[in-house]
T-cell receptor, first 114, second 111 residues
Framework: DTEVTQTPKHLVMGMTNKKSLKCEQH?????MYWYKQKAKKPPELMFVYSYEKLSINESVPSRFSPECPNSSLLNLHLHALQPEDSALYLCASSQDRIGIREQFFGPGTRLTVL | GENVEQHPSTLSVQEGDSAVIKCTYS??????FPWYKQELGKGPQLIID?????GEKKDQRIAVTLNKTAKHFSLHITETQPEDSAVYFC??????????FGTGTRLTIIP
């Protein structure tokens, strides 16, 4: 298995809702990433997990809460989002964070906040 | 921090011709330069990468060149095909630290 999967593909939520995005990989990778991508812009790094521990938080608002339950799974919990948080949320993984490791992206979750 | 500039922002090429996309980076410590292709509604797909100890790398119709002195690197696509139409992003990083992406190039192949 050489891919990163993300669910759901699309999500529409209100500003008072709580929802979660899920990412899964079975490549034995030990580093996992969340990115946010607005239309016609490059991906922006949000969080990095290395060996199931949070290693980078790019000053992301607390309404986004990441979780790494095990080495194959990465969740992003969403609460009290704003309309400007509407974007494509991408998950990526790499073998680890030692030396140079290629990052592989999932297809993304298209999030719309009403 | 690292800053990556990418040009052009849009590029239209006749099918069968070559396409070249150029990026410059600011941090001389950067040593890893991947290129991603993103099709509509999909996540970025790694298509080729180069490390700072190499000047050129080729994979079939795709090649990447790196000039460390000038701090720029380029993607070359030869014999372009309609399926090459997509947005292409360059990126730079030091080791496996944060990838800094360029602003993207929308490539359109004209049949």
């Amino acid at each position: 298995d050489t891919e990163v999967t993300q669910t759901p593909k699309h999500l529409v939520m209100g500003m008072t809702n709580k929802k979660s995005l899920k990412c899964e990989q079975h490549m034995g990778h030990r580093a996992m990433y969340w990115y946010k991508q607005k239309a016609k812009k490059p991906p922006e790094l949000m969080f990095v997990y290395s060996y199931e521990k949070l290693s980078i938080n790019e000053s992301v608002p607390s309404r986004f809460s990441p979780e790494c339950p095990n080495s194959s799974l990465l969740n992003l919990h969403l609460h009290a989002l704003q309309p400007e948080d509407s974007a494509l949320y991408l998950c990526a993984s790499s073998q680890d964070r030692i030396g140079i490791r290629e990052q592989f992206f999932g297809p993304g979750t298209r999030l719309t906040v009403l | 921090g690292e800053n990556v500039e990418q040009h052009p922002s849009t590029l239209s090429v006749q099918e069968g011709d070559s396409a070249v996309i150029k990026c410059t980076y600011s941090d001389s410590a950067s040593n890893y330069f991947p290129w991603y292709k993103q099709e509509l509604g999909k996540g970025p797909q790694l298509i080729i990468d180069i490390r700072s100890n190499v000047g050129e790398k080729k994979d079939q119709r795709i090649a990447v060149t790196l000039n460390k002195t000038a701090k720029h690197f380029s993607l070359h696509i030869t014999e372009t095909q309609p399926e090459d139409s997509a947005v292409y992003f360059c990126a730079a990083s030091f080791g496996n630290e944060k990838l800094t992406f360029g602003t993207g190039t929308r490539l359109t192949i004209i049949p």
